[in-house]
Structures are given as structure tokens and as C-alpha cells.
């Protein structure tokens, strides 16, 4: 009889989650030509290019993906998008770059105090906070306060979420790890929407399913890096020893019930009893979220409901207007850019699939680009 797993294996798995691609090698940004002082009376056209450059290339060898994707985000919000998200490939690489936790922590109040100086209008002399100064700027100017403080929120929501997670644990549960993935994949998407800014319930909604499955999808991605042993952290007098010991994030239930221990990942990589069965149950549940998302894509541009409730709706930042079928239609056309980051999601999910779902087998992807064209081109995701 033909295992579940290897059944959705022969049947293809139709899947799309994501999470622009980390490398968590340790990469530490050249701030010098910034950090002349501690915050800037005035933010010049140079200091603004200068910061663009910065975290594109930052972009370009952290985070690909989001290299890529950024070029669908709509002009105006281009600068939030390369901001945000170069402050979560700093966020994400933090265990790594760092010798200790308590200077990880230390790092996470610097970044939640650079927020609220930028919002009040006072950068610190830092490319990230250049270029998100100026994305508020722009976004007070053309949207009013509010859409700027809604952004605000979001923000502070990440950082507080990847330090809660920092000394990366196991999740205790898969349903813990959709709330992470709520709380960083889900909410950059929700910060890019709100830099647009484009409030909508059903724009949100797809953010929600789509964001779950890239947090679950960078989990997976991440297994064999952090269950191999840190590389050691150089300083001036050589080495100061590694930043953490080897970690396996899948949730305990989801280990548990297949019988997957950590020691034996640690040991044996690939070859660790239930390691791909685990992994299989794991995915399984981010590519249902992608499917929710497609059908309701479809059923939205049918001009028919999405068949169940945003169980966020309601909460902070996630209240909204009642609007007409043509306003949906429009959003969705305005927004499209930001849904695309399922794509890249999907084709991890995909190569996964043809490496039997073996995380440490997954083959690089030369396909993306042309698949997030074609996503664009047809307006699927």
C-alpha cells in the first residue's frame, strides 16, 4: 500500500509557500560612510541613494528572492519594500552574527529605537533607516499619518517577533508555527501593503495565507543550515566562538508523532529516522495555505466570496471599510506585486518535492524569474 506521503508525492504536491531565501552566513553590513553621527538634521538625495544602493546589494546576496520581487512592488513603495526588508535579513541573521544572546537582544532595542526615531523624523545615520525615513516621508505626504503609523505597528510587530524567537527552539506545536509566521512573513507583507497603502480585507486575507506559508517554508529551508554548528565569529583578536549550538525548528508535535529526534538530525543529517516524514506533514501544511489562497484568488475575480472568514479581521490594524466587488477587483490589480510572493514559495516547495522531501537534497532553482513573469503575466500565483 502506497504511504501518504509518497501518494501526494506521484499525485504533485500543488503547493506555493515562501519566504524570500536567507543565507545566514555571517554578513556584516558596511555602515562606515554612515555612521557620522547619531541621527541627521537632513536627509539628502544622496544619503538616499547611497542608503538605496546599500540594501539592494544587501538584497541581491541575502535574500534573492526579494531582490526579484521587489521590481513588482508599485514605484512608490519600493523604497519601504528594500527598507523592510533588509531590516528582516539583519533580524534573521542576528543568532549568526552575533556572540552571545545578550548582544542579540542589545541589537534588537537598537533597531526598535531606530524605528521610533525615524518615525518621529530623526534617522539615525544608517542605510536602512535613510531609506525608511524616507518611504515615511513619502507616505505621510501622500496618505496622511495614519497609513504611516499603521506601518509603525507592523514594524515593531516583526522585531518583537524575531526576538521572541531568537534562540531558535522548536516550535511546540505546527500551530505555533503559523502564529510566527503571522508575525514576520505575513506582517512584511502586511507593512508592504500598508505602504502603498492599500487597506483591504481580502488583500490581507491572501497576505495571511500567503505569509503562513513562506514562514513555514523558511523553516524548512532553514533545517540544514542551523542543524549544522555555527561557523565561529571573528573578532579583532581572532576567534570568539560560535554564536549557537545546532537547532531544529520543526514543531515537537509534528516530531513526536513520527518519532524524529534531534540528536539524530544532529548527527546524521539526511539519514535521521522520520526526518523526511516530518518535513513531509510540515510542508503539507504550507501548501494548503497556498491552495486557500488560489481558490480564493479565483473566487475573487469571479466576484464571488472567498467561502470562509479572516480570522484576523477585527483586531488591531485589521479593521476595515465594507467595499464593492469593483473596489476588490481594483485592489487586487493595485496589490498584485505584493502576492507574488508566493511564487518563489512554490517553486522551493516544488524542488522539495522532487528531492522526496528531503531538506539537505533541495537543488538550486534557476527557474524563479521566469516563473514570477509568468505569474504576473497571467495573474496567477
Known sequence: MMSPRAAVCCHGLRRAALRPRLRLQPQRPSWQPFLAGRGLATVTDGDVEKARQYCENQLKHGDYEAFLLRQFVPPSS?????????????????????????????????????????????????????????????????????????????????????????????????????????????????????????????????????????????????????????????????????????????????????????EDVFRRGPNAEGLQDSVFKVATRANDHLITAREMLKNLKAGEEVGHDYEHEGEQEHVYSSIGADATQADIKRGFGVLLEAVPAADYLERLEKADFDPFKVKASWKLPWRLWRALKTQHI
Open 78 to 262: 519600493r523604497n519601504a519594500y528594500n527598507a523592510l526588508r533588509t531590516l528582516n535579513l539583519e533580524l534573521a541573521r542576528l543568532p549568526e552574527t552575533v556572540s552571545n544572546p545578550t548582544i542579540a537582544r542589545m541589537r534588537m532595542s537598537f533597531w526598535r529605537e531606530t524605528v521610533n526615531s525615524v518615525f518621529a523624523g530623526n534617522p539615525p545615520r544608517e542605510p536602512i533607516s535613510i531609506i525608511l525615513h524616507q518611504a515615511v516621508q513619502d507616505l505621510k505626504a501622500g496618505a496622511g499619518p495614519s497609513s504611516a503609523s499603521s506601518l509603525k505597528f507592523w514594524l515593531l510587530r516583526l522585531i518583537n517577533a524575531r526576538e521572541q524567537h531568537m534562540e531558535n527552539r522548536p516550535f511546540v506545536s505546527l500551530n505555533s508555527l503559523e502564529d510566527y509566521a503571522e508575525n514576520t512573513y505575513a506582517t512584511l507583507m502586511y507593512m508592504t501593503l500598508a505602504s502603498m497603502p492599500l487597506r483591504s480585507v481580502h488583500m490581507d486575507h491572501l497576505a495571511s495565507h500567503i505569509g503562513k506559508a513562506c514562514g513555514i517554508v523558511a523553516i524548512l529551508r532553514g533545517i540544514p543550515v542551523l542543524a549544522a554548528p555555527s561557523q565561529p565569529i571573528q573578532g579583532p583578536a581572532g576567534s570568539v566562538g560560535n554564536t549557537r549550538p545546532p537547532a531544529l525548528l520543526l514543531p515537537l508535535d509534528v516530531m513526536a508523532e513520527v518519532g524524529v529526534r534531534e
